[in-house]
């Protein structure tokens, strides 16, 4: 089955089905890593990079593509907010601590991290909401300003969505959640579906738990490629987009390359569960 190379999110923006993730690699081995998923990519495509405040690496993101020979316009960046950085006054710091690191005028993507605001207990939802809202508003305001291409959220469940689409003025373009075959999100995936919202996986490796799997050995041995290759697959079979990481070089070009995951995508079956790896959202109310 063909698989499109980007989803547009928003008018115009088109974001590249499979991204570099770059969560706890930083200096001189993410320079690397992107320089070999560009050269996955070659000389049409756009990469897209996802990086986050809190990854403390937005400016080896810019080192990367300053030394690259891909101009500006062929790397597609989602930036993140962190709790600490949600407010009405520091969200848009953060913003320009983020163009100013990553030396460019615009985001591509800029997402809110996580539901929640900082040093908040998980239960104090008026705190969170509050901080939900001056967020996404300064948001809104960087998006008119100019600053990012497009705006979304991350690690919002279906209530956290519910909430944000009564007040928001521009829908969000995206949720990017932990997604795989052991947490499947059939149900966030639907409501963002059913909303023209699109769905980026994340951690969908499983954080390398997923490699060693049985169930993935045994597809992979079937349909002769790579583990980490039928779980990129299998997560673009379900219409999203998805963010592999990896900090050796030679696997991030191998998870970069759309054509090696297409031919993979076959018969991979569904998972039920929702075994989560990372952290899990819907305590925070
Ligand atoms: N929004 C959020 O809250 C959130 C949370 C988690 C992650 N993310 C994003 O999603 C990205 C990916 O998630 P993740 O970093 O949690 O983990 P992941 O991509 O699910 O897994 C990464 C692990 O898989 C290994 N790996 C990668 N490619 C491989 C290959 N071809 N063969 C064998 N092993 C391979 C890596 O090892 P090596 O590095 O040693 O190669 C690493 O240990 C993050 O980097 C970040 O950008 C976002």
Not at 73 to 96: L, N, W, Y
Not at 110 to 138: F, G, Y
Not at 228 to 257: D, H, Y
Request: glycine share 6%; with cysteine; aromatic share 4%.
């Amino acid at each position: 089955m063909p698989v499109s190379a980007s989803i547009e999110i928003a008018p115009g923006v088109h974001m590249p089905r499979i991204g570099l993730g770059t969560h706890r690699i930083g200096g001189d081995v993410l320079v690397r890593c992107v320089h070999a998923a560009m050269d996955a990519i070659g000389d049409a495509g756009v990469l897209h990079v996802d990086t986050a405040s809190c990854y403390n690496n937005e400016a080896a993101v810019g080192d990367a593509i300053e030394s690259s020979s891909f101009p500006r316009e062929r790397v597609f960046i989602t930036s993140k907010i962190a709790p600490k950085e949600m407010g009405r006054e520091k969200t848009p710091r953060a913003i320009d601590g983020m163009l100013s690191r990553l030396r460019v005028d615009a985001l591509d993507l800029l997402l809110v991290h996580w539901p929640a605001a900082a040093k908040a207990s998980p239960d104090d939802r008026a705190a969170h909401r509050v901080a939900r809202r001056e967020t996404w508003d300064a948001m809104e305001r960087a998006l008119a300003a100019g600053k990012c291409r497009a705006i979304g959220v991350s690690n919002y469940t279906i209530d956290h969505m519910t909430e944000l689409l009564a007040h928001a003025s521009v829908k969000p373009a995206v949720n990017q959640i932990e997604f795989h075959p052991r947490c499947p999100q059939r149900e966030a995936s639907a409501f963002c579906r059913e909303r023209d919202i699109a769905v980026v996986a994340y951690s969908p490796l499983g954080v390398g738990a997923l490699i060693d799997d049985a169930a993935v050995k045994r597809a992979a041995m079937a349909f002769r490629c790579a583990p980490a290759t039928c779980l990129i697959a299998w997560a673009l079979r379900r219409g999203v987009a998805v963010l592999p990481k990896s900090a050796t070089p030679e696997r991030a070009k191998e998870n970069a390359s759309l054509e090696r995951a297409s031919d993979a995508m076959d018969a991979m079956g569904d998972g039920d569960g929702a075994e989560k790896y990372c952290w899990d959202p819907s305590v925070v109310r």
